[in-house]
């Protein structure tokens, strides 16, 4: 079985501020890992992934996060806010296997104060 | 201008009626998912399938049906016995031969009256 925690339903950060969003995984086997963000009224877009080899990963936007085997972490960093980059984010976990099951965390509202 | 369209927008029903969400993608992806999203809860899975005429349940299949007639098409049926339809639906399709990553749709919101 596998599962996602985000910590915080909401992120609230000022405008040029470090964004951290914390994503927590449990997984039986090597887990593939995705943040994906979602605009309102829209589908999910997907930011960045890793599923082997380097564990810091860079996305679209000036997002990166690392996947660290040991803390089971995989957190969403970007060094200054801006305030398109307010939206809701999602981390995910899947296996590596055909079907791949994807499980979504609950989501984590970023909201940018100028 | 490859990728996964899905209609309506925005879609009310009154309640009992079964009602009939569009989903189409022209990436020749195998693999399509259809999930449910409400606030607070993140996406669950209520179906997908990975061939054309094959299709499997997901976590939350409940009150709601599938067919996969096609590779580009994946329509989901709410049905009356599904208590609670009100929600935002999002369509996703992956090729399973050279992505792990699933790639969305925009949405439906169904609002049952």
């Known amino acids: 079985a596998q599962s996602v925690t985000q910590l915080g339903s909401h992120v609230s950060v000022s405008e040029g501020a470090l964004v951290l969003l914390r994503c927590n995984y449990s997984?039986?086997?090597?887990?593939?890992l995705f943040w994906y963000v979602q605009y309102p009224n829209q589908g999910l877009q997907l930011l960045l992934k890793?599923?082997?080899?380097?564990?810091l990963v860079k996305g679209i936007n000036g997002f990166e996060a690392e996947f660290k085997k040991s803390e089971t972490s995989f957190h969403l960093t970007k060094p200054s806010a801006h305030m398109s980059d307010a939206a809701e984010y999602f981390c995910?976990?899947?296996?590596?296997?055909?079907?791949?099951?994807?499980?979504f965390g609950i989501g984590t509202k970023l909201q940018v104060i100028p | 201008d490859g990728g996964i369209t899905q209609s309506p927008k925005y879609l009310f029903r009154k309640e009992g009626q079964n009602v009939t969400l569009s989903c189409e993608q022209n990436?020749?992806?195998?693999?399509m998912y259809w999930y449910r999203q409400d606030p607070g809860q993140g996406l669950r899975l209520i179906y997908y399938?990975?061939?054309?005429?094959?299709?499997q349940k997901g976590d939350i299949a409940e009150g709601y049906s599938v067919s996969r007639e096609k590779k580009e098409s994946f329509p989901l049926t709410v049905t009356s016995a599904q208590k609670n339809p009100t929600a935002f639906y999002l369509c996703?399709?992956?090729?399973?031969?050279?992505?792990?990553?699933?790639?969305f749709g925009p949405g439906t919101r169904l609002t049952v009256l």
């Open positions: 996703a399709s992956r090729n399973l031969a050279t992505t792990d990553t699933q790639y």
């Open positions: 997984s039986s086997v090597p887990p593939y």
């Open positions: 890793y599923t082997t080899g380097a564990t």
């Open positions: 995910a976990v899947s296996d590596s296997g055909g079907y791949q099951k994807v499980t």
């Open positions: 990436l020749n992806h195998d693999a």
């Open positions: 399938s990975q061939i054309v005429n094959d299709f």
